[in-house]
C-alpha cells in the first residue's frame, strides 16, 4: 500500500486539485486529521475553502496518510517531531500536556497565491508563508516511531493526492 490513499470512491469527492481552480482563495479553516475510515482518521491536511466564482466553499484536501508531518513551512516541519533538523515544529504537542499550533493563524483569512503540484513534490504559497513537501525525502522530517525517511512508493502521485472534497471528515475505504 502507497502513501497516497484515493479518495475518487467516496461520495464526497469533487475533483482533483489543479493551480486554477486552488489560486486566488481565501482559506477559511484548517484540518490536520481530515478523512475517515469508519472508525478513525487518516490524518488528511485539509484547508477550508472560500467560495470563488461558480466554485461553493469546499476542503482542499492533501490525501497523504498523516500528512502534517511530511510539510515544512519556511524551511520549519509543520507538525511531528518537534526537534527535527533542531527546528521546532509549528504544531505539537509535548508528553506533559502542552499543545501549541503557530500554522492555523499564519493560513487563516489568508490567501493561496500560487500551487505547484509534482509527482513527489508540492508548494503552495499562502500569504507570506510556503508550505512545501520536498522532492528530496532526505530534507523531510522522518517517521517518529522508526526514525526512517518519508518516502512514496514508485506509483504514489502527488497529482492525486491533492483533491476537493464536500467535507473535512468524508469516508475513504
Known amino acids: 500500500m502507497g502513501q497516497i490513499i484515493s479518495v475518487e470512491k467516496s461520495q464526497d469527492f469533487i475533483c482533483y486539485a489543479t ?3 486552488v489560486e486566488k482563495r481565501n482559506i477559511l479553516n484548517i484540518t490536520y486529521h481530515g478523512g475517515t475510515y469508519g472508525t478513525g482518521g487518516h490524518g488528511f491536511l485539509g484547508f477550508k ?6 466554485r ?9 496518510r498523516g500528512a502534517s508531518d511530511w510539510f515544512s513551512v519556511n ?22 500536556g502542552e499543545r501549541w499550533d503557530e500554522f492555523k493563524p ?16 508540492c508548494k503552495l504559497h499562502i500569504g507570506d508563508i510556503c508550505l512545501e513537501l520536498k522532492e528530496d525525502y532526505r530534507l523531510r522530517a522522518n517517521f517518529f516511531g522508526n ?16 483533491v476537493f472534497v464536500k467535507k ?3 469516508f475513504v475505504y
Open 56 to 64: 461553493q466553499s469546499e476542503w482542499l484536501v492533501c490525501s497523504i
Open 19 to 21: 493551480p486554477g481552480l
Open 75 to 96: 524551511e520549519r516541519p509543520l507538525m511531528d517531531i518537534p526537534r527535527w533538523m533542531n527546528k521546532k515544529a509549528l504544531v505539537g504537542w509535548s508528553g506533559h
Open 147 to 162: 526514525n526512517q525517511y518519508r518516502k512514496f512508493k514508485k506509483y504514489d502521485d502527488l497529482r492525486k493526492a491533492w
Open 49 to 54: 475553502l472560500e467560495e470563488k466564482n461558480k
Open 168 to 170: 473535512k471528515s468524508f
Open 106 to 121: 499564519m493560513v487563516i483569512n489568508q490567501l493561496i497565491k500560487s500551487f505547484t503540484c509534482l509527482q513527489s513534490s
